[in-house]
């Protein structure tokens, strides 16, 4: 019973941090701000 719960609890976790990654990805992909640096890495 208490595997089944501790099983429960990761995929609610991996749920839980698959939502969080996908909104992240969707505000990257419609932002349509760019900054300028003055570094070597362009966005």
Do not use: P
């Not at 609890?9 to 701000?33: A, M, P, V, Y």
């Amino acid at each position: 019973m208490a595997a089944n719960a501790d099983q429960e609890i990761l995929d609610r976790r991996e749920q839980i941090l698959d939502e969080e990654l996908d909104r992240f990805l969707e505000g990257i992909n419609t932002s349509n701000k760019r900054v300028k640096t003055d570094t070597w890495m362009e966005l």
